[in-house]
């Protein structure tokens, strides 16, 4: 396994503990010294013809690896492809003895660099593949090109299953020694919709409001996710313009916390699909897909949001006439 | 009142629509054209802007401020013609003729206007032989007052400079912000001393500049090194105070032209060192741009400036745009002295078209007066009269070169198109649909005619960037749509959504194509308009409704701030794992740390023990890599 | 490209054919070219077909069996489409490249025509700028036409397979169409598939049961290259003994139940069960896309839909596709879909009744 080492693609929901695993396989390839990081804001220049591009991207290394969001840099994301990751391959690790001659390189978020950035990391991967390994890290690798693709071994990782996360809190419950009651791990478990880091979040939460445990204790939604519910049950209330203005603000008000729409508008498809009848719920679902994908055409996610929202008021509205008169 | 600095009213205003692109480079030499009927005035471009460090000079030469009119067209063709891409020829070359005519037509006006100046003896610019003294400023009496008392205030105990020694003039542009102080200095007997942003170096000059050894400055540079000579040897004070036991006034007029976060960081610091060390009395004179219509970050970090000057204990007076009653005055008063005949009528488009800007409305009138034949021009203008907001702007589609030196490029126009999109006027009886039988629509497609003109013509009026007219239809639309047409708000929200996707076409294309650029933009300008005519069926009766400022603006800047914040927060707090995405840490970490609320640092600690654990609980997957 | 350890070098690298004849299944390719290496009169050629079945292998073997490993380097430029980007780097390289003429002296037994070869590989995957400039008037037509007596092109482009084919293998091919000799590379079949299949795991002293290889051949669809490596991936994995649920879990396919349960649940009619259904296979991992065309073979092939209703789910897929393409959520098409196959399948209006 030492030498031969392929590049590694990682792929699964978010909370599934790929992080997790690429860090555990770096410290078992390089020891210790993987966990001795810093945090690094770097300034590259890029030299992209006829300007040059200022980069700063934030990059956490060791002696033996360098990470990186190259998705950061937006729509430049190419030239930190081009540039900064063939810079760093080059600069490769001075070679003790029997140390290993090459550097990884993990980059996250792959599935959201844009299409020529991905055309040239599979350059760079076959370029500098003696000196440099990358670890690539994603939520759905069919973003992802075939080109990539083929070049990595490719580890799909699920996300553990309800019974897996209660066997990670009841172990967590008894190492900081805390009293368990009876499927209240489960209930965790259940809420967390199968992503460990949330279902670890939010049993903290739990503790720091109230220990020791009730079997009955209410587990709070994140804040966010309870806004969400409030404009779900407001746009229940209500089918009008105002009402839809009122939307709108609020809308803004989860957008300003960088609550992502697409995250926004998932849940509050999830909220709207809770309360409907069969019949709807196709419906609904038809058209949150179709808002989304405008959602990541457009720029400003508001209209979209707003539109769909719209639409499912019309389509209430017409329901509620039709049903009761 | 001013030397280069913005005499070029004409100029700028006709070429408003084409100025689209300021900073590239300039590479192309396209200067010999326009200049070449006299080679020596290229010899003196590179004169006056070598010397453009302290022109304070008062004494104005005409010919030095027509080659800087010169100047600023051929340097506007440089701009166009450095970026073009091979495809692009075509429509340069259409933009390069319009120049072109434009230069022509500026020629023939500059020779008429030799040939004319010789009834009023003197050469200079109206603006510039009536120039106003206090009492006949056609600012707001109060306002004047206001900054006179400052300054005598300030002038009478300036030794003991226990206060801020600096007021800051704000106003749109041509509102007599340098009049005003240019009178109070005269009033109060004050020797004036001025700082001008200095005319720009172009590209030519710069690398015959740089070729003999003189090396370039910015305009930024310029400014910090005037002001620390000013902190470091109080060079005002001294050098002038020994001739003349006069007071001094300290004019800054217009601040240097930055661009970006840092240049206007180093700007800032600039005028705060300015701010405390300066003994004077100073005025700073800013140029407000019509802050409702720029989104741009410059407009932002202007106004950021004032307020941290003001804090820093800088006095602020803002002018208003004059009144058109009180242009109409000092128009007629200055035809009455040149002896013009201009009719009241004339007088008063002109005084409307200024937008309050009484330099340009100035101008305007002298150029007028250029003309072979003033009574020419008659006939558009009182066409022009039928509109009621009298743009000369708006009477673009008459195609009549005369008008268009008239307009300036109103903001409020804007407004008016807005308003005409969102009140959406229709005729009550549908005539169309009777007359044409070979375009039958069904039902709920059928709308009544519009009464306005064509959307996209007035679209094209006001100048509007089809993400601006979007952003604020989107706003203000929902209060124009009836309480139970929800179904109309839809369509209207969808509509609005197609601009957003053809906008957002736009973007990440590095590789910039003009044209479909240009057919993009008023695409999808046209789609935000006609979609909200189309999508509002039954518009509210017309009452009373405020066009709001986009709310999304503030929103998106917000949301960069938090975001830059929890970047910086991701670097700090969790340092010793891995770097989460973003909007994990919005959706997860952020609300979860809320409610732990004070505990960040064990946080940092104790999620690293999970991690481990998390780890632990993986234990198939790790067996299967280590396997291999 | 950097020297690899002799170890991790891929075998697809590793089995290449080194000789034009060698390649697999392309008979009537391979005849005319070896017609051409006799008389070293070489036109410029393009490849195509679906990827995988041995466009590059060719050119290569070509340019090897023109000039042989010593004068390899002066006389063929490999241009990776993805490579360094601008399309003024490709015009240059290529320019440069053709400038200096050569002999056309017998060298170690090789022929060494008087020309240079240039292989533009993986033409369809080049930055749309580059294509751009490529397409229409750019580097190499013009330089085919300019240089014609020093260099000769050989273009291979990954046909039908690779994302928006119509804007790319279209205009590749066009202005270049008439000058140049085209060679289609048919997809392979399932026995050749297998035979270089066992082949390479008898040199890698691999254990292959017969199910192993035809579950191989079933989802690498007839890519060689594919195929050989999933293979490699399952070795390193798993060791000598591959078994077809191994190389499953390689490929990245989805196993068939899980494709089965979506699909029941689908057809069940229930569209809270379908929901939770498409949310477990986002929890999995699976990539929809993938899901996608499995569930579309599924739906193709069963007996009990009619073809009506076939239709009308196929429509779905492909507008689901596009979106997944232009990077929409896969929750959200995953369960458009699945809500449109019950919708179908129930035969319930396509539009809404409420509402529009």
Redesign the interface.
């Known amino acids: 396994m030492e030498q031969d080492c392929p590049h590694l693609l990682f792929y699964g929901p978010s909370g599934s503990g790929k992080k997790t695993l690429i860090m555990a396989l770096l410290r078992q390839m390089f020891g210790a010294s993987a966990d001795k990081v810093k945090v690094e804001n770097k300034n590259w220049k890029v030299d992209a013809g006829t300007r040059t591009i200022d980069i700063e991207l934030t990059t956490l290394s060791s002696t033996h690896h360098v990470e990186l969001n190259p998705s950061d840099a937006g729509f430049q994301d190419r030239y930190v492809v081009q540039e900064i990751i063939k810079e760093m391959a080059k600069n490769r690790p001075i070679d003790t003895k029997g140390k290993k001659g090459f550097k990884v390189l993990v980059l996250n978020e792959v599935d959201k660099l844009s299409r020529e950035a991905q055309h040239s990391l599979r350059r760079t991967m076959e370029k500098y593949s003696a000196s440099c390994r990358l670890i690539l890290c994603c939520n759905s690798s069919s973003k992802v090109t075939e080109a990539v693709r083929s070049r990595c071994l490719n580890m799909r990782i699920n996300a553990p299953t309800e019974g897996e996360i209660v066997n990670v809190l009841e172990f967590i419950g008894k190492k900081e020694g805390l009293q368990l009651p009876s499927g209240f791990s489960g209930r965790i478990a259940q809420q967390s919709n199968r992503s460990l880091r949330r279902a670890i979040l939010s049993f903290e939460t739990c503790r720091v409001q109230q220990y020791p445990f009730t079997s009955n204790q209410a587990i709070s939604p994140m804040d966010w996710e309870e806004y969400v519910s409030e404009i779900a049950s407001s746009i229940f209330k209500e089918q009008s313009p105002k009402r839809l203005f009122e939307v709108r603000g609020k809308l803004y008000e989860l957008l300003i916390n960088c609550i992502p729409p697409e995250i926004i508008l998932k849940r509050l498809l999830y909220e709207l699909l809770k309360k409907l009848d069969s019949e709807l719920k196709h419906e609904i679902s038809h058209w949150a897909a179709y808002y989304e994908h405008r959602l990541r055409l457009g720029q400003k996610a508001i209209f979209h949001l707003e539109a769909f929202v719209a639409k499912f008021m019309s389509i209430y509205k017409g329901f509620l006439i039709e049903t009761f008169g | 009142m001013g030397k280069g600095k913005r005499n070029s009213g004409i100029l700028i205003s006709s070429s408003d629509d084409e100025e689209e692109d300021k900073d590239l480079p300039l590479k192309n030499n396209f200067r010999s054209a326009p200049t070449r009927k006299n080679p020596k005035r290229a010899k003196r471009v590179s004169i006056s802007t070598s010397s453009s460090q302290h022109s304070a000079s008062n004494g104005f030469d005409e010919e030095l401020l027509l080659n800087d009119l010169l100047r600023e067209k051929v340097q506007f063709v440089l701009r166009i013609k450095s970026n073009i891409l091979p495809g692009q020829r075509a429509y340069v070359n259409s933009v390069k003729q319009e120049v072109k005519r434009f230069c022509e037509e500026f020629d023939q006006g500059f020779t008429q206007f030799k040939v004319t100046s010789g009834f009023g003896s003197n050469k200079d610019l109206w603006v510039q032989k009536y120039k106003p003294s206090l009492a006949e400023l056609a600012v707001h009496k109060k306002k004047v007052e206001e900054v006179k008392m400052w300054f005598e205030e300030r002038l009478r105990n300036s030794r003991d400079g226990s206060c801020s020694n600096v007021i800051i003039i704000s106003g749109q542009a041509g509102v007599g912000k340098s009049a005003t102080i240019h009178a109070i200095a005269c009033h109060l007997g004050a020797e004036l001393c001025e700082w001008n942003t200095p005319t720009p170096t172009i590209w030519q000059e710069h690398l015959h500049n740089s070729n003999s050894g003189i090396c370039y400055m910015s305009k930024l540079e310029e400014f910090e090194s005037f002001v620390e000579r000013i902190r470091k040897y109080g060079l005002v004070s001294s050098s002038l105070t020994r001739e003349s036991p006069k007071s001094i006034i300290l004019l800054i007029d217009d601040l240097p032209v930055v661009n970006g976060k840092v240049s206007y960081g180093r700007l800032q610091r600039c005028l705060h060192l300015l701010l405390q060390s300066v003994r004077l009395p100073t005025a700073i004179l800013i140029n407000d741009y019509g802050k409702s219509e720029s989104t741009d970050h410059n407009s932002r970090y202007s106004e950021e400036l004032q307020l941290s000057l003001q804090n820093a204990g800088a006095c602020k007076v803002t002018f208003n745009p004059i009144t058109v009653n009180s242009i109409r005055r000092i128009l007629s008063k200055i035809c009455r002295l040149e002896e013009l005949e201009v009719s009241d009528e004339q007088i008063d488009i002109i005084a409307k078209s200024s937008g309050g800007d009484i330099r340009h409305a100035i101008t305007s009138l002298q150029y007028f007066s250029l003309k072979p034949n003033p009574m020419q021009s008659l006939p558009v203008l009182k066409r022009l009269s039928t509109y009621p907001e009298g743009k000369g702007n708006e009477s673009s589609h008459l195609d009549n070169k005369y008008s268009l030196p008239y307009g300036k490029d109103a903001t409020l126009s804007l407004f008016h198109a807005l308003g005409k999109f969102l009140h959406n006027k229709r005729e009550t009886v549908n005539l169309v649909s009777s007359d044409r039988d070979a375009m039958l629509l069904k039902e709920k497609f059928v709308r009544c005619p519009l009464k306005m003109e064509n959307p996209e013509l007035i679209l094209s009026q006001a100048h509007g960037q089809a993400r601006l007219i979007a952003d604020f239809l989107h706003e203000n639309v929902l209060d124009f749509v009836k309480e139970e047409a929800i179904e109309d708000a839809w369509i209207v929200a969808t509509y609005l959504g197609d601009t957003d996707l053809l906008l957002g076409s736009l973007s990440g294309a590095l590789c910039r194509n003009f044209e479909a650029e240009n057919v993009i933009q008023s695409t999808a300008a046209s789609i935000a308009a006609r979609g909200v005519l189309f999508g509002n069926t039954s518009p509210v009766s017309s009452r009373w409704h405020a066009i709001r400022r986009p709310k999304l603006w503030e929103a998106e800047q917000s949301m960069w701030c938090n975001k830059y914040g929890m970047v910086t927060e991701r670097r700090d707090v969790h340092s010793n794992i891995n770097l989460s995405k973003l909007s994990v840490l919005a959706t997860e970490f952020k609300p979860a740390l809320k409610w732990l609320g004070h505990r960040v640092d064990e946080d940092v600690e104790g999620e690293q023990v999970r991690n481990e654990d998390d780890g632990m609980s993986l234990d198939e997957e790790d067996d299967e890599i280590e396997e291999w | ?5 002799q ?2 070098q891929p075998w697809v690298e590793k089995y290449r054919p080194r000789q034009v004849k060698d390649v697999a299944h392309q008979d009537e390719v391979v005849r005319v070219l070896t017609n051409t290496l006799e008389t070293t009169n070489c036109p410029h050629m393009l490849f195509y077909g679906p990827p995988g079945t041995g466009k590059t292998t060719t050119a290569l073997a070509i340019a090897h069996q023109l000039f042989g490993p010593e004068l390899y380097k002066s006389r063929v430029l490999e241009l ?1 489409a ?5 399309i ?1 780097v490709v015009r240059t390289k290529i320019k440069n490249f053709a400038a200096v003429a050569v002999g056309s002296a017998r060298h170690g037994g090789y022929p060494c025509p008087p020309y240079k070869i240039i292989i533009l590989d993986e033409a369809d ?1 080049m ?3 580059a294509q751009a400039c490529l397409m229409p008037c750019g580097a190499p037509w013009r330089h085919t036409q300019k240089l014609q007596d020093s260099s000769s092109f050989v273009i291979t482009s990954a046909g039908i397979i ?1 994302m928006g084919m119509s804007l790319i293998t279209g205009p590749i091919i066009e202005p270049l169409a008439s000058r140049c000799a085209k060679f289609r590379f048919k997809p392979l079949t399932e026995e050749i598939m297998s035979s270089r299949i066992l082949y390479i795991s008898k040199e890698e002293g691999l254990n292959l049961d017969s199910e192993a290889l035809s579950t191989l051949s079933a989802i690498s669809q007839g890519d060689l ?2 195929a050989i ?1 999933y293979l490699q ?1 399952a070795a ?4 000598s003994s591959i078994s077809s649920k191994d190389l499953i ?2 490929s ?1 396919v989805i196993p068939g139940d899980v494709v089965q349960a979506l699909f029941s649940a689908c057809r069940n009619g ?3 069960m379908a ?1 939770k259904e498409v949310k477990n296979v ?9 899901m996608l065309s499995q569930l579309y073979d599924v739906i193709v092939e069963s007996d009990d839909i009619s073809d009506e209703q076939k239709a009308r789910i196929c429509k779905k897929f492909a507008e ?1 596709d596009k ?2 393409v ?8 995953l ?2 879909v699945a ?2 196959i ?2 179908a399948i129930s035969n ?1 209006p396509q539009e ?5």
Do not use: H, K, W
């Not at chain 3, 490209?1 to 350890?5: G, R, S, T």
């Not at chain 3, 986002?282 to 993938?290: D, L």
């Not at chain 3, 232009?326 to 098409?333: I, K, M, R, T, V």
């Open positions: 490209m950097a020297p690899v350890l170890s991790s990776n993805s490579d360094d980007r601008g003024n995957s930055t749309e700028d690779g290259r594919r490596t991936s390193r994995l798993f060791g879990s390689v990245g229930n569209f809270d929901d986002i929890a999995e991992g699976y990539p929809v896309s993938q689901a979106c997944l232009d990077g929409a959520d896969e929750y959200l098409q369960l458009d809500s449109n019950m919708r319930m809404c009744s409420f509402g529009s």
